[in-house]
């Protein structure tokens, strides 16, 4: 173990007219609110060496309103290893623990990121929902397998 970091965290946020959809019944809505958020987290972050890095937060959300598709709770995990150098294999979980929405929001990444130069990057990154439920439009659930590959160039 090289190194332990420990985080909390707090704070206020005003979220004015913010736009709310309600498609529950055949009549629906679309409305308007201002609301106040106060939130509370924490995390810590675990290195092993130069290869290994592991970290996690969470943070709970406090609305003073009824407000839909918020997340009450989000949730991070991530492990970064890196065999060599110049090459970092990364993978996160993400979570969002809905307010009001039938299932909550869980979401996985892969990547891997190889420093060609002192300035070029060149990366790939797979990431997918895990949730079947999320997004229902005409009872039809989103999907989602998004794939990403590029390249950096660091001034």
């Keep these: 173990l090289n190194e332990l970091q420990l985080r909390a965290e707090g704070g206020y946020q005003y979220l004015q007219n913010l736009a709310q959809f309600d498609a529950s019944n055949l009549n629906a809505a679309l409305s308007y609110l201002n609301a106040n958020v106060f939130y509370a987290g924490a995390g810590m972050d675990v290195r092993y060496g130069k290869m290994l890095r592991l ?11 009824d407000v839909n598709y918020l ?19 990364t993978g996160t979980y993400h979570c969002d623990a809905l307010r009001t929405a039938a299932s909550d ?6 990547g891997i990121n190889y420093r060609l130069t002192k300035r070029w990057d060149i ?5 997918k929902r895990l949730d079947p439920q999320f997004g229902f ?14 390249a950096s160039y660091s001034f």
């Design 137 to 150: 439009w005409q009872k039809e659930g989103a999907k989602a397998l998004v794939f990403h590959v590029g």
């Design 71 to 89: 997340p009450a709770l989000q949730c991070n995990a991530a492990l970064d290893f890196r065999p060599i150098e110049n090459l970092s294999i």
């Design 123 to 127: 990366f790939a990154q797979a990431s």
């Design 105 to 110: 929001y869980h979401y996985f990444a892969a």
């Design 55 to 65: 970290s996690a937060d969470v943070q709970y959300r406090h609305y003073d309103k």
